[in-house]
């Protein structure tokens, strides 16, 4: 049975190796052709380890000291998402420093591949959609089971999910070098990788219902609620902002369903609410598990919890017309955008003080554990984030900080801020139980992680906040003649201190996670570093408390 078995995956991954090799010879671009190799490789590379009975999972497994045997949960996709959060994370950020660098230095654009504007995108999905996007499958797939007290349901698909959605990361992120995308901002990947994410998402959608519908505890835990609307609605709107139509079938270029301004609302419609539904209400889910764990108090309002919640679902979808202030949308849009987002400032803080306040009791954990310190300043951060958003929407603000790096500057205060260190946390709290450790490698890693991140963020978002608010100035100054004063060019050079400050402040959060990195690494290697606990105080020693008293000077002689 077990060689009919390996013999019919041999046959599958041939069928799609004589597939892509069609679609090779046949492709009407490079870019498609590209993508068809890479998944010909893919499938000739299965083939031969289906054959030879070779199973690299299990290979994988030993390399990373994964433990044997399933347990109460299934928690074998959870440590691959978490693995592969920390590759994406430090791949991303290296993007990310790359190309703020090449704003400071524009002799790093390397034609044609290595532009500025192939690899910027490849930075934003990379953190994204593949840093973000692992973690939350991840945490998911963790909390869900602990939640409701039940394994995944379906875990052949569970793995699908995992797998599939690293195939659709692959798929994006080499197409964007190719120059295969849509130029749809947080949507470029082209018609066929969106076809492919939509079968992924559909089945993340059926494991996680699945797993909540076969629940032995008889609450759905709030978290869950996030962790639902997040997956829901992203369906939503990927499906909806992708409808497209393929030139050929053999080939990467497609045109959108949508045309002038409904292309544009519809877009933003789907852009704002990337940030809110795949950056905002999951990483929430996020917030309202692990805090409370962590700090070992339960959350201090559940009730504001489900009013954060249901606020959230109602506001956050209203909000997109913010993003096209002062363009062909009609006006009582780009008034109704704004004044669901100055609304949205109200519950956005309600869960930032529930998420703090839960630290009721636990406040000394802060000096004590770095974990902690980190998932504090990622919920002041996501306030922080959360005022400024509703501001910028103003349009009597939005005129000042539209197209300039100020959006740049917000943008990466709560990605960084927010997102960034509420997933690092997360990390931390996870990879010590899901591989059976006693705590992490080192404890004052993660405090050195918290404070070159902490700083990275400062130096990047003060210096992009000045940056736009200089740009937005220097643009609108006009002289005597009511002439523009400053040319373009001139608006740059006064920008290129602060862009070599940016990228300083990126690679000191890159900084910090490679450092993470290592940490993580030496953990499951089951390393302990001898170290000091955190917020030691010294041993009393009532020789040394005592005050210093100086000699009397002696009175000069007569």
């Known amino acids: 049975m077990q060689a009919e078995a390996a013999l019919g995956r041999?046959?599958?991954?041939?069928?799609?190796?004589?597939?892509?090799?069609?679609?090779?010879?046949?492709?009407?671009?490079?870019?498609?052709?590209?993508?068809?190799?890479?998944?010909?490789?893919?499938?000739?590379?299965?083939?031969?380890?289906?054959?030879?009975?070779?199973?690299?999972?299990?290979?994988?497994?030993?390399?990373?000291?994964?433990?044997?045997?399933?347990?109460?949960?299934?928690?074998?996709?959870?440590?691959?998402?978490?693995?592969?959060?920390?590759?994406?994370?430090?791949?991303?950020?290296?993007?990310?420093?790359?190309?703020?660098?090449?704003?400071?230095?524009?002799?790093?654009?390397?034609?044609p591949y290595f532009n500025f504007g192939r690899v910027r995108p490849l930075h934003t999905s990379a953190v994204i959609f593949a840093f973000g996007g692992n973690i939350l499958i991840a945490s998911s797939f963790y909390v869900v089971q602990r939640t409701c007290r039940a394994q995944l349901a379906?875990?052949?698909?569970?793995?699908?999910?995992?797998?599939?959605?690293?195939?659709?990361?692959?798929?994006?992120?080499?197409?964007?070098?190719?120059?295969?995308?849509?130029?749809?901002?947080?949507?470029?990947?082209?018609?066929?990788v969106d076809l492919w994410l939509t079968i992924v998402w559909v089945a993340y959608l059926i494991v996680?219902?699945?797993?909540?519908?076969?629940?032995?505890?008889?609450?759905?835990?709030?978290?869950?609620?996030?962790?639902?609307?997040?997956?829901?609605?992203?369906?939503?709107?990927?499906?909806?902002?992708?409808?497209?139509?393929?030139?050929?079938?053999?080939?990467?270029?497609?045109?959108?369903?949508?045309?002038?301004?409904?292309?544009?609302?519809?877009?933003?419609?789907?852009?704002?609410?990337?940030?809110?539904?795949?950056?905002?209400?999951?990483?929430?889910?996020?917030?309202?598990?692990?805090?409370?764990?962590?700090?070992?108090?339960p959350v201090y309002s559940y009730r504001l919890s489900i009013i954060h919640f249901w606020s959230l679902i109602f506001l956050y979808i209203w909000a997109g017309p913010h993003h096209l202030h002062y363009t062909a949308l009609p006006d009582w849009a780009q008034t109704l955008g704004m004044v669901f987002s100055v609304i949205l400032w109200m519950p956005s803080w309600g869960g930032m003080i529930n998420g703090l306040m839960t630290l009721n009791g636990a406040w000394d954990k802060v000096r004590t554990d770095p974990i902690i310190r980190m998932m504090v300043m990622a919920m002041a951060f996501y306030g922080m984030a959360t005022f400024e958003g509703p501001m910028l929407s103003i349009k009597a603000v939005n005129s000042l900080s539209h197209y300039t790096d100020w959006t740049v500057g917000h943008v990466h205060s709560g990605a960084l801020g927010w997102n960034g260190l509420i997933s690092f946390a997360a990390v931390y709290f996870l990879v010590p139980r899901l591989w059976k450790r006693e705590r992490m490698y080192s404890l004052r890693m993660i405090n050195w992680h918290f404070w070159l991140a902490t700083l990275g963020i400062v130096f990047y978002a003060a210096s992009m906040w000045v940056a736009g608010i200089t740009q937005g100035l220097m643009w609108r100054e006009y002289g005597p003649d009511g002439y523009l004063v400053n040319s373009f060019a001139e608006t740059v050079a006064a920008?290129?201190?602060?862009?070599?400050?940016?990228?300083?402040?990126?690679?000191?959060?890159?900084?910090?996670?490679?450092?993470?990195?290592?940490?993580?690494?030496?953990?499951?290697?089951?390393?302990?570093?001898?170290?000091?606990?955190?917020?030691?105080?010294?041993?009393?020693?009532?020789?040394?408390?005592?005050?210093?008293?100086?000699?009397?000077?002696?009175?000069?002689?007569?």
Request: charged letters at 15%; glycine letters at 8%; aromatic letters at 16%.
């Open 154 to 192: 379906f875990p052949a698909l569970a793995r699908f999910v995992f797998w599939g959605y690293q195939l659709f990361i692959v798929l994006a992120a080499s197409g964007y070098l190719f120059g295969v995308t849509q130029s749809r901002e947080y949507a470029e990947p082209e018609w066929y």
């Open 495 to 558: 920008l290129h201190e602060l862009y070599i400050i940016r990228a300083v402040g990126g690679a000191m959060y890159l900084g910090g996670a490679i450092i993470m990195g290592f940490n993580v690494w030496m953990t499951i290697a089951g390393k302990l570093r001898e170290e000091a606990p955190m917020g030691a105080m010294p041993d009393y020693d009532p020789d040394k408390d005592r005050p210093i008293v100086r000699p009397a000077t002696p009175e000069p002689a007569e």
């Open 10 to 111: 041999a046959g599958l991954w041939f069928g799609v190796l004589s597939l892509s090799i069609v679609f090779v010879a046949t492709a009407r671009d490079p870019g498609f052709a590209a993508h068809a190799t890479i998944i010909g490789i893919i499938a000739f590379a299965l083939m031969c380890m289906s054959a030879a009975r070779f199973d690299p999972l299990g290979k994988a497994r030993g390399f990373f000291r994964m433990p044997e045997g399933l347990t109460r949960y299934d928690d074998d996709p959870v440590r691959w998402g978490v693995l592969a959060t920390m590759f994406w994370a430090i791949v991303g950020m290296l993007a990310g420093v790359f190309i703020a660098s090449q704003l400071a230095f524009p002799q790093l654009n390397f034609e």
């Open 208 to 297: 996680f219902v699945g797993t909540l519908a076969r629940r032995t505890e008889p609450h759905i835990y709030v978290a869950n609620w996030f962790y639902l609307s997040f997956i829901i609605t992203i369906a939503m709107l990927h499906i909806v902002n992708n409808l497209a139509v393929p030139v050929s079938l053999n080939g990467s270029l497609s045109f959108s369903a949508f045309a002038g301004v409904q292309d544009a609302l519809t877009q933003w419609w789907y852009g704002h609410n990337a940030v809110a539904f795949f950056l905002t209400v999951p990483f929430l889910a996020m917030m309202y598990y692990f805090v409370p764990k962590q700090a070992e108090r």
